[in-house]
Structure formats: structure tokens, C-alpha cells
């Protein structure tokens, strides 16, 4: 039996069993980051790690050095921002076929610097390694600082309200754009969805703005609003109903360039948005509104007889999900 | 130009300047691990990465899955130990072909999971991807603690003692028998050599017992002894001498298997062995003398007019380097 016989999901219950978690873990593997305490109060180191390769992350006809190295950063922070926590470093790891040019090199390196000066963070080391002919990777591993307890996914409670930060699904219309095949031409407001799918702009400024203002379950919308406001319910054990109202506008902006269909599947099921999705108490608990960048989609309801689940509007919406090994 | 063309210092000096150190950074890139301050006092918290892939760092004719995830948690944790570290967790991410065989995998996440164990640690959390066809590779991330300041390549002074925990030049006599051809009919103790390069035993809870001792300068021994023990006298500006007589024993253990030149070319270059070498202050500053583990091979001396290096009974020896995108 193969990896892509057998699936993600299946693989990781099957290697999980055999992996210890080490002694002072605060959080281990299964939310956006794991968490090491620092020793201090309720304080917590938060670790996670991201890869991408080329062919299956990213075409080079398509994207940059400079665009691989800033998306890659950007995946990694979206999710410490995800737990809440700030950046506190990176370490970046290249897979290279010798072969690949010296200036492919070099302005990975400058996007990956470019994005971690941006988002106040920088990079603590990394490893090259060689590998065969075509095979190009980077890895990264991103650190953050908690300044109070870690936002997991486990947190949401039936009444809370479900908000977002950033935008969505404009990454995966920009990759329809893409598969149209005649991007080369597009209009300026068209380059800009191009330019989300290339790298995406996460609003990791939020995350730790949520935890401060009481995020009781926070996620990074990687694989599609649907798929990732479902991890949350699942481990909260809750519904996530959320509002087709409240979803009409993104669609709409979408529209005129993917059509209508394929904007609404973007909006519902499109990956790499890297926003951010929390559960915060009801409105009127929190004196000050939802924080910055934050918009309300939805509510936190108990879980029904089906189960922990996402409705829109009352329906499970049917949605596609991505397996990296099965396709 | 290509990565190959290059190599890989060149490489690392033209990117260095493009990748900013975050704000916070005890140690940045350069060392065998980063250090960020914990927030307590003196202690913090390093970081490193390493990365094996096949055909270039293991051949699945000579290793076994399990030999590949033990060997790459134990170059990893062997830096955590060099900067006098305790393990404090690990990250994985596995790139592989969908093709490849899920039995493979499993075998690895146990090689890993037992190899953590051993070593009073565990998994954190990690990332899968797949990639093109034969492609293959195993990268982890070392989380560590420190109880007090990291102890690093730059801090030998002349007067110092030279001194080293576990074997040396073990891993590369495996590899020489290896190469030779008729492994598979080895002897017990040829065998041992074999289980080296497949997997080394680094002496890792030496390097917290090296920090408290005092350490003042340590490596982790992963690209040869001369070239590492280089590493050290340049960064601290010194001349380290090491004494042919006391590396006698050990190129004397590998000369039945290797031929007594090979052997002596193992003990000075031979990589993959990931001892610690580590200076101490003149053996008479220390009322206890070495930290166990460690026994003297070497002194610091003043850098002379050449500059910083190593010496070997007072002559420079002739060893070769390795280089990741030159070969």
C-alpha cells in the first residue's frame, strides 16, 4: 500500500501512535501550532512548520522565487498567528537540485526577507540540502511568542459569534485564473486575485489582537473557509452556522472575473487565503466590539443530532476538500 | 550560474545579507543552533534544523527507514546538545512521493518516535507533502533548553583543554565498509561500524553536563574533526592543537577494518559521527576535572602569524572538506 492509496488522514492516525509528545508540551500536533512553555505565567512558545514544492506548490511559470519564499513565510506565520501568538523567528530550509540557478537562490531568500521584515521578524538559521535532478522545496519552521494563554481550536462555545480577518477566497480565484490560462493579459484588478494566489497578504497583526480581546478558538483558513471552520467545530464539538448574507459580498467581487459558481466555491472552499477564523464570546460581551479587522460570518450553535458540523444558512454545504497524497 | 557551481559557503554568503535576524535573538544563524531568550534570566530557548534526503544522505540499500528517522533525530538533537541544550521537542516534515510505500513511513515515525524517546523528547507536530516521483527527504526541526548561557563555537581561549564525548571516526569507517562492497557478510564488530553510519549515538546529555562544567567553546562533530575543531578556532579566533597521540586508540580500533591510512583519514574528516568537541579551562581551574564523557585531546593556543586553525602535533593536516552543492 502506497501514500496515495492510503491518504493524509489514514497516515497521520497511523504514524500519531508512534510518536511520543515530548514531557513540557503545552499543546501538541493537531491545531494550527504546538505550544512549549516558556516557564513563565501562562506564557507559551508556539512552533509550527510548513513546506512547499515546486510542482505541486508552485509553478515557475507562475510564481516568483521571491513570491515561493514570501507565501512560504506567510503560511507559517498565518498559523502562529492562529494561536495567537507573535512572530520570533524562522528557520528556512532549501532542497535544491544543484542545477538550480544561483539568482533562483538568492531571490527566494529576498522574498522570504522581505516578508519576515514586514511582519517585524527575521531568520534564526536553516539547512540547504541537495537533492535529484528538477527537485526544488523550502521549508519552514516559524516561531512565536504567546503573551497569555495559546487560542486553539477547541475553545468555541455555542452563542459565540464567528468572525473573520482578511479576505476570502481570493487566492483560489486567482488560481482559476491561472488554470484559465490566459492570465498573461489580465486586467489590473484581475492581477491583483494572480497576485493573492502567488502570495497571499495574511492579517497576522489579528491574531494576537484577538487573543488580547478574548478569541476563545482560532484557525488559519488554509484549506477552505468550510474545511477549516470544520476542524474547529469538530474540536470544539459544536455547529458553525454561518451566514450566506454575511458571505454575499466576497462572492460578488469574485463573480465578474471566476463567474458565479466558481466564486461562491472559492468563497466556501478555497485554499491558501491564510485569513483568520475565531469564535469570540457574543457581541454584547465584549464591550468594544469584535477587534480590529475582525467581521462577523456566523454563530456558534450546539451541535445537533448530526453531530459537530458547518452549515450555511442552515445547510451542509457541499464542498471539496485536498489531500496531499491523495489528490 | 548553478548552486553547483557556487558551492555552498559562497552560497550562504550571498544570502545571509538578504535574510534580517529577529529582534529578540540571543544567537542568530552560524552556530550549531539559534538561541531566543526565554524571558528568564540567562535561559533560552534553541533551535536548528537538519535534513536528509535519499540518494544524497542515505541509500535505502543500506538503511532501513527506522536507521533514516533515528540518524536525523540524532544530528538534531546533537546540535541541541552542542550549545549545551536539552531537548525540548521536535518538528518533522516528510516529503515524499505518493508513490512511496506506507510501510516506509511507518517506519521511519518509529525510528523517530523510539530515537525521541531515548532521548527523554518527542514530536511537536510536523507537515507532509507530496513531490515528484523517487523524491524522498526527511527534515526535522530540534527544539531545546537551556538552563543557563548557550555555549558556543567563539568562547576558546588559549590555555584552554581540548577535550571530546564519544567516538570518533566510527560513522565513516561504516561508510568506507559500505563503499567497499562486501558489507553484508561484515563480522559483529565490522557490523558495529555499519550500525554507526546508519545511525550514530551522539552523546547528547554530555552537553548540558559540558555547559555546567563550564565549557567555554563546543561543536557538534558532523562534518569531521578537523574541519569542525576549525570551525571553533576561527569563530574564537585561536589555535586548536590536538595530540596525535591522544587519538592513537581510536584510528588503532579501525585499522583492521579500514587499513590504518583510512583509519587515520576517519579519526581527522570522517562526518556523520556527531561527538561533541568542547573546550575547557586548563584541567587545574576545574576541581573536578572533565565533565564525564569527555576525555582530552588537544589544547588551545594562541592563533599564530597563519592566522586561526588547527593543528595536529603542531602541522596543519590535509583532510577534505564537504561540500552539499560541489561535492
Chains 1, 2 share one sequence.
Not at 484588478?189 to 482560532?218: I, K, Y
Amino acid at each position: 500500500m502506497t501514500l496515495a492509496q492510503i491518504g493524509e488522514d489514514e497516515l497521520l492516525a497511523r504514524i500519531f501512535p508512534l510518536l511520543p509528545v515530548p514531557a513540557a508540551t503545552s499543546l501538541g500536533p493537531g491545531d494550527d501550532a504546538a505550544v512549549i512553555a516558556s516557564g513563565i505565567g501562562e506564557t507559551g512558545i508556539v512552533l509550527t512548520t510548513d513546506t512547499m514544492v515546486r510542482g505541486k506548490d508552485w509553478l515557475d511559470e507562475w510564481s516568483s522565487a521571491a513570491d515561493v519564499g514570501a507565501k512560504c513565510v506567510a503560511q507559517n506565520l498565518a498559523d502562529v498567528a492562529a494561536m495567537g501568538a507573535r512572530p520570533a523567528g524562522l528557520l528556512v530550509t532549501l532542497i535544491a537540485d544543484a542545477a538550480t540557478p544561483l539568482q533562483w537562490a538568492v531571490e527566494l531568500s529576498r522574498g522570504i526577507g522581505q516578508a519576515a521584515a514586514a511582519a517585524d521578524t527575521g531568520v534564526l538559521g536553516g539547512d540547504l540540502s541537495s537533492a535529484g535532478a528538477g527537485v526544488l522545496s523550502v521549508s519552514i519552521t516559524a516561531v512565536g511568542r504567546l503573551d497569555g494563554p495559546p487560542v486553539t481550536r477547541s475553545g468555541a462555545r455555542p452563542g459565540d459569534v464567528v468572525a473573520v480577518a482578511g479576505t476570502l477566497g481570493r487566492a483560489a480565484a486567482g488560481l482559476e485564473l491561472f488554470l484559465a490560462g490566459d492570465w498573461q493579459d489580465a486586467r489590473a484588478d484581475a492581477v491583483e486575485l494572480l497576485s493573492a494566489q502567488r502570495c497571499p497578504s495574511p492579517p497576522l497583526a489579528a491574531g494576537p489582537r484577538a487573543a488580547q480581546a478574548g478569541a476563545r478558538a482560532m484557525i488559519d483558513l488554509s484549506d477552505g473557509l468550510v474545511r477549516d471552520a470544520g476542524r474547529v467545530a469538530a474540536a470544539s464539538g459544536v455547529r458553525i452556522e454561518l451566514l450566506a448574507e454575511a458571505l454575499a459580498q466576497d462572492i460578488a467581487a469574485l463573480a465578474p472575473f471566476v463567474g458565479g459558481e466558481a466564486a461562491r466555491a472559492c468563497v466556501l472552499a478555497g485554499g491558501e487565503e491564510h485569513s483568520l477564523l475565531a469564535c469570540f464570546p457574543a457581541e454584547q460581551e465584549l464591550p468594544q466590539g469584535l477587534p480590529q479587522g475582525f467581521r462577523p460570518i456566523g454563530r456558534v450553535l450546539a451541535a445537533g443530532p448530526e453531530g459537530p458540523g458547518v452549515t450555511v444558512d442552515g445547510v451542509a454545504p457541499q464542498v471539496s476538500g485536498w489531500d496531499h497524497f491523495g489528490g
